[in-house]
C-alpha cells in the first residue's frame, strides 16, 4: 500500500524523503505543497524536482477523507461527516467566530470513555484514527473554507483547532502527538499552541506526556467536584480520581502556552448543577489550579435520560464561580439544529 503522506509530522516526512535518496529541503518543500496550498496531486508541484515526482508516483499519496455529507447551520456553523470504513464515520465541526474560525476535531471512531451526558460515548468505540486521518480533517475544511470565504492566498480560514470532536484524544496519543505537530508547524498551518486545545476527560499519565512531548492548550472535561458524583458522570474517574487529575493539571501549566486550565463543565439538570456543588468547586480548585470555567449546556439524546439544567440556575451556579475570583464563561450553543453541538457528534452511519 501507498503511503499516506498526512501521515507525517515534518521529521516523519523528512525521513520518508530520506529513504528515496532526498535531502530535507525537498521534503519541507512537499509538507507545504500539501498542508499550505491544499496540493494533492504531485505533478502541481512545479518546484518540486522531476525526478522526486516519479519517485513519488509509486509509493506516496496525499490520501484525505471520503466526504458523506456537509450540513450548513442557520448559525453559520459547518459539520462534515467523513467516511473512515468499514461502516465507521467522524465528523469535524467548523465554528465562524467574529475573530477567529474554529475547527472541531475528532480522534477516534466512537469513544471508549463512556461519559453519560456524551451521545458519542453512548454509541461505543470502533477504532483510533491514524494521524493522517486527523489531520486530513484540517486539511480538507482549511482549503474548503478558504474557498468558500473567499479568502486571498495566505489568508488562513481556520486559527484555532480543538481536539474536542469524537474520542479522547489521549487515548490516541501515538496518532495525535504528529497531527498536533503538523498543526502548529510554520511549513503546514503555523497555529499558535494557544491556539491549539486538547481535551480530555483526565487521562493523568498522558497529561503528564503531554506536558514533555507538545505542550498546548489543556481542556478538561471535568462535570463534577467531588468523586463520588464524578464517578457517576465520567468512569475514567475511578481510575484518575479527582484529585489525582489535578495534581497533572499542576505539573502541565509551566509547560503550557497558556497560565491557566480550561475545566469543562456540561450542566445537568438536578444533578450537578446546584450552588452547594458550585461553592464545592470553587473549594477544590481555589489557590490549588489557576483555571477557568467553561459552563457548557446539556445537549440531550434520549438514551441520556438526562435534562438540560434551566438558564436561570446556569448564571447562578456561574455567579458562584464568579464572586470567588474564577473566570466562568458560559457556551453558546453553536448549530445545535445539525446535531454538530458539543455532545451530539455520532457517527452511527453504515
Request: glycine share 8%; aromatic share 6%; charged share 20%.
Amino acid at each position: 500500500m501507498t503511503a499516506n503522506l498526512l501521515d507525517f509530522d515534518l521529521e516523519g516526512l523528512a525521513a520518508f524523503c530520506g529513504s528515496l535518496g532526498e535531502k530535507r529541503f525537498r521534503a519541507v518543500q512537499l509538507y507545504r505543497w500539501m498542508h499550505q496550498k491544499g496540493q494533492a496531486d504531485f505533478e502541481q508541484m512545479s518546484d518540486l524536482a522531476k525526478s522526486l515526482r516519479s519517485k513519488l508516483a509509486g509509493v506516496a499519496e496525499v490520501r484525505g477523507l471520503p466526504v458523506i455529507s456537509e450540513h450548513v447551520s442557520a448559525d453559520g456553523t459547518v459539520k462534515w461527516l467523513f467516511d473512515v470504513g468499514a461502516g465507521n464515520a467522524v465528523e469535524a465541526v467548523f465554528i465562524p467566530e467574529v475573530d477567529r474560525g474554529t475547527l472541531c476535531v475528532s480522534s477516534q471512531a466512537g469513544c471508549a470513555v463512556g461519559c453519560r451526558f456524551c451521545s458519542t460515548g453512548h454509541q461505543g468505540f470502533s477504532r483510533n484514527l491514524s494521524t493522517g486521518e486527523i489531520v486530513a480533517q484540517l486539511w480538507f475544511a482549511e482549503h474548503r473554507m478558504r474557498k468558500q470565504l473567499g479568502l486571498a492566498a495566505g489568508e488562513r480560514a481556520i486559527d484555532n483547532v480543538v481536539m474536542m470532536g469524537m474520542g479522547e484524544p489521549l487515548q490516541n496519543y501515538d496518532a495525535l502527538v504528529p497531527a498536533l505537530r503538523t498543526m502548529l508547524s510554520d511549513h503546514a498551518y503555523g497555529l499558535s499552541r494557544r491556539r491549539v486545545t486538547v481535551s480530555t476527560s483526565g487521562l493523568t499519565r498522558m497529561i503528564d506526556r503531554l506536558r514533555e512531548d507538545c505542550p498546548v492548550a489543556l481542556a478538561v472535561s471535568l462535570h463534577a467536584p467531588n468523586d463520588a458524583l464524578r464517578d457517576a458522570l465520567v468512569p475514567l474517574n475511578r481510575k484518575h480520581p479527582i484529585d489525582e487529575l489535578l495534581d497533572a493539571c499542576v505539573r502541565y501549566l509551566p509547560a503550557a502556552p497558556r497560565d491557566f486550565i480550561t475545566f469543562e463543565y456540561c450542566m445537568l439538570d438536578g444533578v450537578n448543577d446546584t450552588p452547594e456543588l458550585a461553592q464545592q468547586l470553587v473549594r477544590l480548585v481555589q489557590g490549588r489550579v489557576p483555571c477557568k470555567f467553561n459552563l457548557i449546556p446539556f445537549n440531550p439524546f434520549p438514551a441520556s435520560g438526562l435534562t438540560r439544567s434551566p438558564h436561570e440556575r446556569v448564571l447562578a451556579f456561574a455567579r458562584v464561580l464568579q464572586d470567588a475570583g474564577i473566570v466562568t464563561t458560559i457556551r453558546k450553543t453553536r448549530g445545535d439544529d445539525i446535531d454538530a453541538a458539543c455532545g451530539q457528534l455520532a457517527g452511527e452511519v453504515q
